[in-house]
């Protein structure tokens, strides 16, 4: 993995002025010498400085040919897809993020794209639906939010043994824990507005490619479709990037602490977090997520209801009831009425994502004030409710 040291020293100084932060090039548009000469930009749609030292810093941390930032994590989702034409068919996670089944399956699907939603931890489930057709194969690895773990470099042969692509979503593992393309992932997605950027102060996403000819695609789509990331939230990503490698080290502590905590509650019905011996697929998580499990856990309830999961989120101090993750303040959220309330209620339990489903993310504030606040807001829920006396 890329240490603090890598991470801070690929970040340039900035030529013209020695600055050692990399400046905000607020511009729309660049002074040229003459038609088509000009210092290496023209219009900021094509292209920013700024932006362009972000892409360059996400593109290192990930081992990619290059990188490509975009408005929002879906964003960079749907330039990955209009990759494919009418006909071609993805095999996605089932547990995928909400946002992205909502993309796939109502935009993209009645302009002829096919999907099929598996769980990608067993093979079998990819290869029934391996057809010519098969262009993508789509995972999260761990998912969100269930933290399913795939063996990407499994599926990797899978992909290339039927010449489709594999697209990873890295967001939940991070550069700072996981590289998919070293493992053989053709394209990483992340939603910047995570771990990247930080401090939940920032919405954006980012695509990184494995080859020049995915890389050269995909900057064509950037370009003509327009929606890049603006230099000040460049700016704030690369800041945020700086200190990421420290602060997934802190959050994944934390993490560690309390899904061990929640394993031995007994309000609790299950815990997922791929740091536990306990995840089924642990072993593949220790190879894959060098030295880090990521500060997100997620756990279901034994009275499995809205009432109780809404009753909890509601009742944290520190813990914020919020749509995020992956920031220096702790946040919550009951996926199946936030992140999830797209996915159709069937589809959600399904792919195990239970009413009283909750998703935490740990933030950096001292670990023992993190666990009280989860303690006090299980002895709520886990009191008996008075009965009546006659």
């Known amino acids: 993995m890329s240490s603090t040291t890598d991470i801070l020293h690929s970040i340039?100084?900035?030529?013209?002025?020695?600055?050692?932060?990399?400046?905000?090039?607020?511009?729309?548009?660049?002074?040229?010498?003459?038609?088509?000469?000009?210092?290496?930009?023209?219009?900021?749609?094509?292209?920013?400085?700024t932006r362009h030292a972000l892409e360059?810093?996400?593109?290192?941390?990930?081992?990619?040919?290059?990188?490509?930032?975009?408005?929002?994590?879906?964003?960079?989702?749907?330039?990955?897809?209009k990759l494919l034409s009418t006909g071609d068919e993805i095999i996605a996670v089932d547990d995928i993020y909400g946002g992205a089944y909502r993309l796939f399956t109502h935009v993209y699907q009645k302009?002829?794209?096919?999907?099929?939603?598996?769980?990608?931890?067993?093979?079998?489930?990819?290869?029934?639906?391996?057809?010519?057709?098969?262009?993508?194969?789509?995972?999260?690895?761990?998912?969100?939010?269930?933290?399913?773990?795939?063996?990407?470099a499994h599926v990797s042969k899978i992909a290339k043994s039927i010449n489709a692509l594999l697209v990873v979503d890295n967001t939940f593992a991070s550069p700072a824990s996981q590289k998919p393309i070293q493992l053989g992932a053709d394209i990483v997605i992340h939603s910047a507005t995570k771990y990247l950027g930080g401090h939940s102060d920032l919405l954006a996403g980012i695509v990184v490619t494995k080859t020049e000819e995915l890389s050269e695609k995909i900057k064509f789509i950037q370009n003509a479709s327009g929606g890049?990331?603006?230099?000040?939230?460049?700016?704030?990503?690369?800041?945020?990037?700086?200190?990421?490698?420290?602060?997934?080290?802190?959050?994944?502590?934390?993490?560690?602490?309390?899904?061990?905590?929640?394993e031995q509650h007994e309000a609790v019905d299950q815990v997922h977090y791929p740091g536990l011996v306990s995840h089924?697929?642990?072993?593949?998580?220790?190879?894959?997520?060098?030295?880090?499990?990521?500060?997100?856990i997620s756990f279901s309830l034994k009275d499995d209801t809205s009432e109780n999961a809404v009753k909890f989120v509601t009742s944290?101090?520190?813990?914020?009831?919020?749509?995020?993750?992956?920031?220096?303040?702790?946040l919550l959220c009951q996926p199946a009425q936030m992140t999830h309330a797209s996915v159709p209620r069937e589809k959600r339990l399904s792919s195990g994502i239970q009413d009283s489903l909750i998703r935490l993310s740990c933030g950096i504030e001292e670990t023992e004030d993190l666990l009280n606040d989860i303690k006090k807001a299980l002895d709520l829920i886990s009191k008996p409710k008075n009965k009546l006396v006659v």
């Not at 794209?113 to 990608?120: A, G, S, W």
């Not at 944290?316 to 702790?330: I, N, P, R």
């Open 316 to 330: 944290t101090k520190y813990f914020k009831l919020a749509e995020s993750l992956g920031g220096v303040k702790s």
């Open 12 to 49: 340039p100084v900035d030529e013209l002025t020695g600055s050692l932060s990399v400046p905000v090039y607020q511009t729309a548009t660049f002074v040229q010498e003459a038609p088509g000469v000009n210092k290496g930009y023209d219009y900021a749609r094509s292209g920013n400085p």
């Open 280 to 296: 089924k697929n642990h072993e593949i998580a220790k190879k894959q997520q060098k030295g880090s499990f990521g500060s997100i």
């Open 111 to 152: 302009l002829g794209i096919k999907i099929h939603y598996v769980d990608t931890t067993d093979d079998d489930n990819i290869l029934k639906f391996v057809n010519q057709n098969t262009k993508l194969i789509w995972i999260e690895s761990p998912t969100n939010p269930t933290l399913k773990i795939t063996d990407i």
């Open 228 to 262: 890049i990331l603006g230099p000040w939230d460049c700016f704030l990503a690369i800041r945020g990037i700086e200190t990421l490698n420290l602060r997934v080290e802190r959050q994944s502590e934390t993490a560690y602490k309390i899904a061990h905590f929640l």
């Open 56 to 81: 360059s810093v996400v593109a290192k941390l990930e081992g990619g040919h290059s990188a490509f930032a975009f408005a929002t994590g879906l964003a960079a989702i749907d330039s990955v897809i």
